[in-house]
């Protein structure tokens, strides 16, 4: 059965480093019974990540409020080439404005993919008494610590921005990942090479202890990228971990199985059998 449209409108959220204003564009839908922030992945946006792939549809039929926004440097929201703009603690502090401007003090469940998932655990540990449930997909032992991407994607970013890129002189998986990206006509180039600079650092995994809500770390069983989830899944008190076969990281999304995990997870759906067992 068909949902309502979600519905997009602005929110005014902290300025940028050099003081200019800065605006994200949101997505919601659905009723209050429930709520979901969904954070996307990076290069990506709400519509890609959330609407394309059926999850913002699946959430609203089971009756969640969902609020999914283009991410800071992404989709239709305010953009910037400075790299101070993009740390983590400025994601968390976008969502806690997001989350307190739909629902106040009220809490919520996240749903966070690769880029969003660290951002998903920043905003956890910003305010963790409002978070009722947290998966976190594209997470596992190959980036959890390392926040970003190596540097010769935002190198290769940079090139291709200024239409210089050398395929030669980068390394394959950078250029694929450019040119990509430079396929999804709200992405700015510049911007992502920025935005990955700015999200170089190393994240203090043993804080995740202090996160309390039940927590499922999925990845697909092919994403190279991300790695196995258990290790990272060990270190919340009430964390899950789960892979999801024939899915890698740029599939996963898509994929109904890895979705359908989520719900079981968030208890709106029946469990089934897959790697990592049910919540």
């Known amino acids: 059965m068909a949902t309502e449209r979600p519905r997009r409108f602005s929110i005014e959220v902290d300025g940028l480093a050099d003081g200019q204003p800065a605006h994200l564009s949101v997505l919601r839908g659905g009723r209050e019974r429930r709520r979901a922030l969904l954070l996307h992945g990076f290069a990506s946006d709400a519509n890609d990540d959330w609407i394309e792939t059926g999850w913002f549809e699946a959430l609203v039929a089971a009756g969640y409020d969902v609020v999914a926004p283009d991410l800071r440097g992404h989709g239709l929201s305010t953009k910037s080439q400075n790299p101070r ?17 739909c629902w106040g003090d009220s809490s919520f469940s996240v749903v966070g993919y690769s880029m969003g998932a660290h951002i998903a655990m920043t905003l956890s540990l910003a305010s963790p008494k409002r978070i009722a449930h947290l998966v976190l997909g594209g997470m596992g032992e190959r980036i959890a610590a390392t926040v970003g991407l190596a540097p010769e994607f935002a190198d290769a970013l940079d090139a291709a921005a200024e239409q210089s890129l050398d395929t030669s002189a980068f390394p394959p998986y950078a250029v694929r990942f450019c040119q990509h990206a430079a396929l999804k006509p709200h992405n700015d180039l510049a911007v992502l090479a920025a935005c990955l600079r700015g999200q170089t650092a190393v994240f203090d995994l043993a804080k995740l202890a202090q996160i309390a809500a039940p927590t499922l770390v999925m990845v697909g069983e092919d994403d190279r990228l991300a790695g ?12 899950i971990a789960a892979t999801i076969p024939n899915a890698n990281h740029a ?16 208890d709106i759906a029946e469990p089934f059998c897959c790697h990592g067992g049910p919540s």
Not at 228 to 239: I, K
Not at 257 to 263: D, Q
């Open 85 to 101: 703009d993009y740390q983590l603690e400025a994601f968390a502090a976008d969502s806690l404005a997001i989350s307190k401007a």
């Open 228 to 239: 196995a989830p258990y290790r990272v899944a060990s270190l919340f008190p009430a964390g």
């Open 251 to 266: 599939s996963a999304l898509a994929s109904d199985a890895f979705r359908a995990r989520a719900l079981v997870h968030l």
